[in-house]
Structure formats: structure tokens, C-alpha cells
């Protein structure tokens, strides 16, 4: 029996070293692929900059718009009387 154990254990721990090896080189987390994972996710980063920059430029023009558009509207109430549908313009003399 301890020549069996003794002949059995080597080829054990050869099997599992290559079984290791092979999820090292050739597995799901590869050297490769974990490579290959770094440089698609420093892709995304860089897409998610550039989206980042355009929605805040996008959030500064709606800004923009709507208080631009609140100045507008009641400039043109006070100096021009505009009035909207639906509203009564009612004027009191002091």
C-alpha cells in the first residue's frame, strides 16, 4: 500500500498543479483576461467622462433656458402688460 500512496501522490500533485496552471493561462480569470477586462473597463471610464461633461453641459443649458425664459416672461409682463390665455389682467391705480 505504500508503494501505491507513493506512486499515487506525485501524479496528484502534477495533475493538480497542471489543472491550476491551465485556469492561470487559459480560465476565466486568465492573465488574459484580466487583461483584456482592465482595458475594455478603461474604455468605459472614458466613455463615461465624456457623458459625464455632456450631461452637465446639457443640465447648464436647461438652467439657462428655464430661468432665461422666467426673466423673459416677466420682463414682458411688467414692461409690455403680456398677459396669457386664460388669465385677467387687472391693473389698480394708487
Known sequence: ????????????????????????????????????????????????????ELNDRLTAEVNDLQSGMEMVEEKARLELGMVKPNEIYVQIAE
Do not use: C, D, H, Y
Not at 506525485?10 to 482592465?38: C, D, H, I, K
Open 1 to 52: 500500500m505504500t508503494i501505491m500512496g507513493s506512486r499515487l501522490l506525485p501524479v496528484f500533485l502534477v495533475t493538480l498543479l497542471l489543472v491550476l496552471q491551465g485556469q492561470l493561462w487559459l480560465g476565466r480569470g486568465s492573465m488574459a483576461n484580466v487583461t483584456a477586462l482592465r482595458e475594455k473597463l478603461e474604455t468605459q471610464k472614458a466613455a463615461n467622462l465624456k457623458a459625464r
